[in-house]
């Protein structure tokens, strides 16, 4: 069964350019999660989805963060303009919840991000 | 205040030995779920284990176990027999509002753990 896909893997880019990091959830799952990860916050979540609809997007840093869920097979998460200080592991997760499992988190591989 | 709380930034065990991964958390729901996810060097984050808040058993599995201590509010990690493959990054997690069809697991900033020979 395949995992939780993003894409790309890593990405350079230069300050000022738009990054679009993209995420195929498990199929079936219901909620979609993207997180970021660095060595000074830890992991922070952003945003989640559940049934392709926002929930809570408190953790998005600000207004140069944006993040989609066109259907239950595809997210995006964009970030424009960029700057250095986004620099980090941005994580994608997905998870089926139901009462009876435990609804815990499948992580993609994560998408790092450098911003020069 | 911290929802998660992992106090050993590092630790360290020889092979075949156990160890304890603290974890204390701080949340006033009654139905909350605590996880543990392993981060190997390459940085996928690999679910290890779970507990609810209303298990009467300590969850296991494999040589993973979770010494759940509700009163305490702590979930501690229990690795048994360890081996080098378990020298990661250790994370504890928690859901709270268990019911609903979606909620966030809140991370801790993790413990790393190094297997020695």
């Known amino acids: 069964d395949a995992g939780v896909i993003q894409s790309p893997r890593h990405e350079v880019t230069e300050m000022g350019q738009e990054v679009t990091l993209r995420c195929k959830p498990i199929?079936?799952?219901?909620?979609l999660f993207w997180y970021r990860q660095t060595m000074m916050r830890g992991l922070e979540l952003l945003i989640y989805?559940?049934?392709?609809?926002?929930?809570?997007d408190s953790g998005m840093p600000e207004d140069r963060f944006s993040a989609k869920m066109p259907n239950a097979s595809f997210s995006t998460l964009k970030i424009q303009p960029s700057e250095p200080r986004d620099s980090a592991v941005y994580f994608c997760a997905s998870s089926l919840r139901r009462q009876t499992n435990t609804g815990e988190l499948f992580f993609g591989e994560g998408s790092r991000l450098t911003v020069l | 205040a911290q929802k998660i709380t992992q106090t050993q930034p590092g630790m360290f065990v020889q092979e075949k030995e156990a160890v304890t991964l603290d974890c204390t958390y701080d949340t006033s729901d009654q139905s909350y779920g605590l996880f543990w996810y392993k981060q190997p060097s390459s940085g996928e984050m690999i679910f290890l284990i779970y507990q609810g808040s209303y298990d009467e058993q300590n969850a296991t599995e494999g040589r993973y176990s979770l010494n759940f201590q509700k009163a305490r509010k702590s979930a501690n990690l229990v690795i048994s027999a360890s081996q080098l493959g378990d020298s990661a990054m250790y994370f504890c997690?928690?859901?709270?509002?268990?019911?609903?069809?979606?909620?966030?697991?809140?991370f801790g900033t993790g413990t790393r753990l190094q297997v020695t020979l």
């Open positions: 199929s079936g799952h219901n909620s």
């Open positions: 989805f559940n049934n392709n609809v926002p929930i809570d």
């Open positions: 997690a928690m859901r709270e509002a268990f019911t609903g069809t979606a909620s966030k697991l809140t």
